[in-house]
């Protein structure tokens, strides 16, 4: 029997007989599971949570090498339409599964069942030492999370918590909603009531590193070259689709390596305005880039050893490559939330237009003392209340076309990275 259809048989035994029969346990908790940083969990670092979930299993891997192996080290995508949080939270694969099989555990995903079915799912795992992913559990947060423990006399889920949101160290308790939905790597997407179970596999063979870093430097070749993947159907709750711009998603495809920049190039340049939406999926995509990028230089790094001397140092080369392009998608995103006006503020009208005219940003953050009046006089400026502060938009096209060719310059610094991994991997 495998592990998805044994979880499935006593999914629905424990179900079936809810009433009938209750755990031994009232409140159970997995210990050694680490918390992930806030700074980690909001720049979207999803092999961040898996890692943590894996270190009471015995998994001594590094977060890096779950990200390269995987793919999620590699991945870029950009839609230019009014889709914010959903772009973020979409892969092409399955970067739970892809990270974890080849070291010798699995990630089972359970989804769509109602809450008694969960809560006898999740007891019965935590019980048998097994972690468990799920995405926006606790409604103050839209990324993953580790169910770590559960306490049903109190309704509660003992959740591994980022430690921004929980005042005390170790784990937080957050009530065992009626429901929610979350993401879920690969094809599903999004789903209600997602549950990822973390669990060891018997009988895996010895872990070969050099098979399995040509292995990720291939995907990661293909992943720079397929140019979309589909959204696929999700399961929408309350005001959900607005963050998709109330767009069919199920009929679209995202954007994926090379053509997410041109995707990126092609927003920039057509927008027909630089909207609150566009900067958040800017940010949304910016951040988890950078972060992506330098985890697939830590892989490189890590995995250079592996190769024969001139194929590992075109490995240590390609990590500086994507040191520098994480620093150089910075100064992209800098366009669109410039630092001029708040780092040592104008205190004239007169200054803050020269500080304006001579910055090439399309976006200015706003310092506290400068008045929205301020900026009334200009008709090419316009002041916008964002949820992160207010900003001036100063939209030209020769502000958007240097815009444009810094996207440009991203895809061409891609493209030479990703031909120097073709060379190490050819066959």
């Known amino acids: 029997m495998s592990r998805a259809h044994a979880l499935w048989v006593g999914l629905f035994c424990l179900g079936s007989h809810l009433h009938a029969q209750e755990s031994a346990h009232t409140r159970n908790r997995i210990d050694g599971i680490p918390v ?40 870029f995508t950009y839609l230019d ?30 989804t769509d069942r109602p809450m008694d ?28 999370q580790i169910i770590a423990g559960y306490d049903l006399d109190n309704g509660v889920f003992l959740v591994q918590g980022v430690d921004r949101l929980f005042s005390e160290p170790g784990y937080g308790e957050v009530a065992i909603p009626a429901g929610w939905s979350g993401a879920v790597p690969g094809e599903t997407f999004w789903a209600r009531n997602p549950l990822g179970v973390v669990s060891r596999i018997a009988d895996t063979p010895e872990l070969d590193r050099g098979s399995l870093a040509r292995d990720a430097l291939r995907r990661a070749v293909s992943l720079w070259e397929r140019p979309a993947f589909p959204f696929g159907d999700y399961w929408e709750e309350g005001d959900w689709a607005r963050w998709a711009g109330n767009l069919p998603l199920p009929e679209m495809e995202q954007p994926l390596g090379a053509a997410a920049y041109d995707a990126l190039r092609r927003d920039v340049l057509n927008a027909e305005a630089i909207t609150g939406g566009m900067i958040w999926r800017l940010d949304e995509q910016f ?8 985890d697939a230089a830590r892989f490189l790094r890590e995995v250079s050893r592996e190769f024969a001397t001139e194929d590992g140092d075109t490995l ?28 040592d503020p104008p205190s004239t009208p007169e200054g803050i237009r020269e500080r304006m005219d001579a910055a090439p940003n399309l976006v200015f953050g706003i310092p506290d003392d400068i008045a929205d009046e301020t900026f009334s006089p200009w008709a090419d400026c316009r002041v916008m209340h964002h949820p ?40």
């Open 81 to 110: 339409a009014p889709v914010d949080e959903q772009q973020r939270d979409h892969w092409p694969m399955d970067v739970f599964g892809a990270a974890a099989g080849p070291l010798g555990y699995a990630v089972e995903w359970v």
């Open 117 to 144: 079915e969960v809560k006898a799912l999740v007891t019965r795992e935590i019980d048998a030492g097994h972690p468990l992913l799920t995405h926006s559990l606790d409604t103050r947060t839209h990324f993953f």
């Open 388 to 427: 992160w502060g207010r900003i001036v938009v100063l939209d030209t096209r020769e502000r958007r076309a240097h815009a444009a060719a810094l996207a440009r310059a991203l895809k061409a610094h891609g493209e030479e990275s990703i031909d120097l991994l073709r060379g190490v991997v050819v066959d």
């Open 316 to 343: 240590e080369t390609v990590a500086t490559r994507f040191e520098d392009t994480a620093k150089d998608g910075d100064a992209f995103y800098r366009m669109f939330w410039g630092h001029a006006l708040t780092d």
């Open 36 to 75: 992930v940083s806030s700074s980690e969990a909001w720049a979207g670092k999803t092999l961040a949570f898996l890692h943590a979930a894996l270190q009471p299993l015995g998994c001594d891997a590094s977060e890096a090498f779950l990200a390269g192996i995987s793919g999620d080290a590699f991945v």
């Open 287 to 294: 951040v988890v880039r950078k972060y992506r990028h330098l």
